[in-house]
């Protein structure tokens, strides 16, 4: 998935908390029934215009799905090959069925591709396709939808082209937003394709029933043409609202609920419960600083290295997730998620290749002293910041209270006023560079260090705080290009990239989101995974 914007972040917060089982079986005739609790409606069914595939990865399928560890599994592609060079991939479609029995065609990717490329279709993640010839070009107005880099050869044969090799394309092609739509279908509904379930056709192993687009209850149900559906154990899947941890554990007491996000107090409740289950997310919350700030004095101190190095060693990270979140969210090593990519020579994770000491570790003595250099490079003998922040989940509001409290215990002369408003105006505040500091995050969209590491290149949408380095752009230049097609430069060149930017504390990382559930003992076979498509329950059963 890709980089995002904190109302997107807003979106993979109830992404993560989603997905909530229930529906004991009493009886082997009995059908195969999950019910499933999700923070907060679904936004959209229409694949081009989505912002998460955390739910819809299992109603919509691409060439590939993803299975146990970010591993790509079968989907619609029977078969693949690339070309030496990396730029040319050729996907044999094996024979499938949308759920209204329409066979599903080379020429139906071809088609979803241009409707989602298309600059008229205002789809959020249209970036994900750079790198795919003309992509850059269609999306900045000045080339046809119709050149983007894939066609059909024969009914079969979808035939895609790159600009240069992308290292992670094949863990690419499982997003849901690479797979087909059915232009048929889309014409026949026009306005109101994708507006409720009825006026769409499905791919995956399950269909969506009972979605009016606005409503809080809504059900998957096993698709009966889904190419693979003989290991689909599940008949249906139900899904319900719960804005809340203490309605989703009564509901779960009360046996209508298998799985169940906890709050803070209900983890420390439960942590040695058999039925405690914890769900990391490649999701990094963290503090972006104002790099082009409207406040001369403001501007200066936090282009400043040792203020913003200051204000990182100042956070006592461990008591922040221990005992302010303490929901078993995890201590970050740099920008970049663990649990993401490991690296392909010796399966290290990148995360802890990525440290630079100094930079995330709490030292309060050193802290001060940065911070004393900081204000002598500045002039500066006082420093007052706003604190931008979004007020609709409480993660957001207690780690804006605890850092402005830390600051002004650790850092003489900080104030912080936090501005706490809905995540949608953080977000276009933040756009507008109308924020000192911005509480924000980012989940990874797939699972390659670049869905963390494109953020900060210079001039990106949603680097908000406008940081920029010529080296830093060099090395994702050059991991992206030039060595783009050799597994192990291409490595080097990320984490080198990466210790520049989490030496600069261009950003700074506060916390690994990680959501823990109670989970009944008789739900078996979720996957879930720490970006993209999370939750997969193609194989998912009531024991």
Not at 171 to 191: E, H, I, R
Not at 270 to 276: D, G, I, L
Not at 478 to 493: P, V
Request: net charge positive; with cysteine.
């Amino acid at each position: 998935m890709n980089s995002r914007k904190i109302a997107v972040t807003t979106i993979f917060a109830s992404l993560f908390l989603l997905l909530t089982a229930c529906g004991k079986q009493t009886s082997s005739t009995q059908k195969q029934v999950l019910n499933l609790s999700t923070t907060a409606p679904l936004s959209t069914i229409d694949i081009s215009k989505s912002t998460g595939y955390g739910q819809t990865g299992n109603v919509f399928e691409s060439f590939y799905r993803l299975g146990k560890n970010g591993s790509t599994t079968a989907g619609l592609a029977k078969s693949s090959s690339v070309s030496k060079d990396g730029k040319t991939w050729t996907f044999k479609i094996r024979k499938a069925y949308w759920s209204n029995g329409d066979r599903i065609t080379a020429q139906d990717f071809v088609y979803s591709w241009r409707r989602t490329i298309n600059p008229k279709t205002k789809s959020p993640y249209s970036y994900l396709f750079s790198g795919i010839k003309n992509a850059n070009a269609i999306i900045a107005g000045k080339k046809s939808a119709n050149q983007i880099g894939i066609s059909a050869t024969d009914k079969q044969t979808v035939v895609i082209k790159l600009d240069k090799a992308i290292s992670y394309f094949k863990v690419l092609m499982a997003y849901p937003l690479f797979g087909p739509q059915n232009q048929k279908v889309v014409a026949k509904y026009g306005s109101k394709y994708g507006t409720r379930s009825q006026y769409m056709v499905y791919s995956g192993p399950f269909t969506i029933k009972s979605w009016t687009g606005t409503g809080n209850k809504w059900k998957f149900v096993k698709n009966s043409h889904y190419w693979d559906k003989s290991v689909v154990k599940l008949h249906q899947i139900n899904y319900t609202v719960v804005e809340n941890p203490t309605t989703g554990h009564e509901l779960y007491q009360q046996s209508k609920l298998d799985l169940t996000p906890l709050s803070n107090q209900q983890v420390k409740n439960y942590k040695n419960s058999s039925q405690f289950k914890s769900y990391p997310y490649s999701y990094i919350s963290y503090l972006a600083y104002n790099f082009n700030d409207k406040d001369t004095d403001k501007r200066k101190a936090l282009n400043n290295r040792y203020i913003r190095l200051a204000m990182s060693l100042a956070i006592n990270r461990q008591v922040l997730t221990k005992k302010v979140l303490g929901d078993g969210s995890y201590i970050p090593t740099g920008f970049v998620a663990s649990g993401l990519a490991k690296d392909p020579k010796t399966g290290e994770d990148f995360a802890k290749q990525q440290t630079v000491k100094n930079t995330v570790t709490y030292n309060e003595k050193l802290a001060k002293e940065y911070w004393e250099k900081g204000l002598q490079e500045t002039g500066l003998k006082s420093l007052k910041l706003t604190l931008l922040s979004s007020n609709d989940d409480s993660s957001s509001s207690v780690v804006s209270q605890y850092l402005q409290s830390q600051y002004a215990k650790v850092l003489p002369g900080l104030s912080i006023n936090i501005r706490s408003v809905p995540s949608n105006n953080a977000s276009q505040n933040a756009k507008d560079g109308d924020f000192d500091l911005y509480l924000s995050g980012w989940g990874g969209d797939f699972n390659d260090p670049i869905t963390f590491l494109q953020i900060p290149l210079t001039g990106t949408s949603y680097n908000y705080g406008g940081y920029s380095s010529s080296q830093y752009d060099a090395l994702i230049e050059k991991a992206q290009n030039e060595d783009a097609n050799n597994t192990n430069k291409r490595w080097s060149d990320l984490v080198a990239a990466a210790k520049i930017f989490n030496g600069d504390q261009g950003v700074t990382p506060i916390y690994q989101q990680v959501t823990s559930y109670l989970q009944k003992s008789d739900v078996e076979g979720i996957i879930h995974n720490t970006a993209g498509t999370q939750w997969n329950y193609k194989y998912t059963y009531i024991k």
